[in-house]
């Protein structure tokens, strides 16, 4: 598939070039990420169509499932092709409850990168991100010494990229002063704008930025508006939340999830979907709804 169908493509790295729409893959394992999916084989079918169709980066992590969408990434595409890129998070852990404690001491991160190698049936992984806040926003104090352990282990060849997930810009700038930082993935949509700024800063860095829960926290107001203008459109809200995103910057990639394949091409067509100047100023004006 061509490159401008999948919203163009971002450098991450000189050796990591990926269309920036790729494919999140929380979804593949069970309800909330925990457990094993009711459909295993639809799970395989939904990651090999996904490939198919041009998709080049997968997001993951070994806390889903746990372990459970690491094997079946593995099932489904091992041997991986040689374009295919795969960004995995540490930084927790899932307990018998499915809750989602932090992970990260220097011994539990060096766990997980291992745990993810043996899963995923990789020697080096491409990108890891440290995850450092909560579920959805980030909470204050210094990386040092966690992403120090990670920039350990790039150094030891078993990680060729870092990047850093629910963090605010300090955070950031102190990741970036131990060892380069390629992405930051955080939460972020037409709705919820406070890493506006921190989007342009590291696009000016050359850094992605990806956002998760594209249609996360909206208010009903927000909801209701954003639903307008998709039905003028005639598309989902989801697909017009997408296209936004590709729109608002270059360095913007998305990670929708989906367990289903005839979603994962709705998804995918939101990266062709143009938005007419009246439509985006509308979209614009969500934020202060």
Partial sequence: MAASNLGGTFSLAPDVTVHRMGYGAMQLAGRGAFGPPADRDA????LRAAVELGI????????????VTNEIIREALHP???DLHIVTKVGAFRD???????????????QAVHENLDHLGLDALDV????????????????????????????????RHLGVSNVNPEQFAEARSIAPVVCVQNFYNIANRADDAFIDALRDHGVAYTPFFP??????????ALDAVAARLGRTPLAV????????SPNILLIPGTSSVAHLRDNIAAAGLGLPADALSELDRIASG
């Fill in 43 to 46: 799970a395989v079918a939904v």
């Fill in 56 to 67: 080049n980066h997968i997001d993951t992590s070994d806390y889903y499932g746990p372990y």
């Fill in 80 to 82: 991986y092709p040689d």
């Fill in 96 to 110: 018998a409850q499915g809750g989602w404690p932090t992970a990260r001491a220097p011994h539990q991160l060096r």
């Fill in 128 to 159: 890891v991100n440290l995850r450092v806040g909560g579920f959805r926003d980030p909470e204050p104090g210094s990386v040092a010494e966690s992403f120090g352990t990670l920039a350990e282990l790039q150094k030891e060849g078993l990680i």
């Fill in 215 to 224: 249609l996360g926290g909206f208010s009903s107001l927000q909801s209701g």
């Fill in 241 to 248: 939340a997408l296209a936004w995103l590709l729109h608002r």
